[in-house]
């Protein structure tokens, strides 16, 4: 199927060339447009994708389309696009944080054949978390196609959009604070004499790591905790520091921050 992707920018690229990356899209069978002609140029020069002329002509041409412009920018694209879709009914793949089903829907004016996507910045490295979300219009082949275009460029679940502002936190706001950690670790190490690309590149590895070896054993983590804890060494007494000072506690308060600002904007 022909995909389109209206939007070039950061998060459109990191898709585009996870897509082509992993070899499960051929790149003419993948084109984009964006206002900004350098953003399309790039991408076009590194991946040997097509390019339209117009967002009207994306449509006109593709069996898919992904709205990958910014929010405030999503009106107008719709409006632009808007009787392309009705007459052609392609599969729109709207990315646009904060966006619903239904505000979506209300944009067009009428019920297009939509799935909602949520990835998040790790795509960048091809590790993206992603959630997805279709309407009633969506069928089993274009979930199938929906699921291997977010498997390009990580790891994707099906999720009710009830819980997307819930999972906009945990996949969206989290690898903060991820970075958080990896970085405190590393200015540890620091402070014990390391240089910091050295202690940084240990601390991130290690994460890496650690998170890999939860998803591939499906082992619950306080298991693993047990796993590294030997009776009276450092490992306990590090994990004992952890707890003295309030770390469960103050993951749970960034999670509960980030949501209640979500449901204020």
């Not at 904060?98 to 998040?120: A, H, S, W």
């Not at 460029?153 to 819980?163: I, K, N």
């Not at 650690?210 to 298991?223: K, N, R």
Request: with cysteine; net charge neutral.
């Amino acid at each position: 199927m022909k995909t389109g992707f209206i939007g070039a920018g950061n998060m459109a690229g990191a898709i585009l060339r996870g897509a082509v990356a992993s070899g499960s899209f051929a790149p003419g069978d993948l084109a984009a447009f964006d206002l900004d002609s350098a953003k399309t140029d790039v991408l076009c020069r590194d991946l040997g994708i097509g390019r339209f002329a117009s967002a009207q002509e994306l449509v006109s041409g593709c069996d898919v389309v992904v709205l990958a412009v910014k929010p405030k920018s999503f009106p107008q694209v719709i409006s632009e696009i808007r009787s392309q879709v009705r007459e052609r009914m392609p599969l729109v793949i709207s990315i646009a944080a904060g966006k619903t089903i239904g505000d979506i829907q209300n944009f067009f004016g009428f019920e297009p054949t939509l799935v909602r996507v949520m990835p998040n910045i790790n795509a960048r490295a091809g590790a993206s978390m992603s959630a997805y979300c279709p309407n009633a219009r969506v069928t089993a082949a274009q979930e199938e196609f929906v699921c291997r275009l977010l498997s390009s460029f990580g790891q994707s679940m099906r999720l009710d959009e009830d819980f997307f502002p819930l999972f906009g936190v945990i996949a969206g706001s989290a690898p903060a604070f991820a970075y958080m950690f990896i970085d405190a670790l590393a200015r540890a190490g620091v402070r014990h004499g390391m240089a910091k690309q050295q202690a940084l590149r240990i601390a991130a590895q290690t994460v890496r790591g650690s998170a890999e070896l939860i998803l591939q054993s499906g082992e619950h983590p306080w298991s693993l905790i047990d796993a590294v804890c030997s009776p009276g060494g450092t490992t306990i007494e590090g994990i004992a520091a952890l707890q003295e000072h309030g770390m469960d506690t103050a993951v749970m308060k960034a999670v509960d921050a980030a949501i209640e600002k979500d449901a204020k904007i």
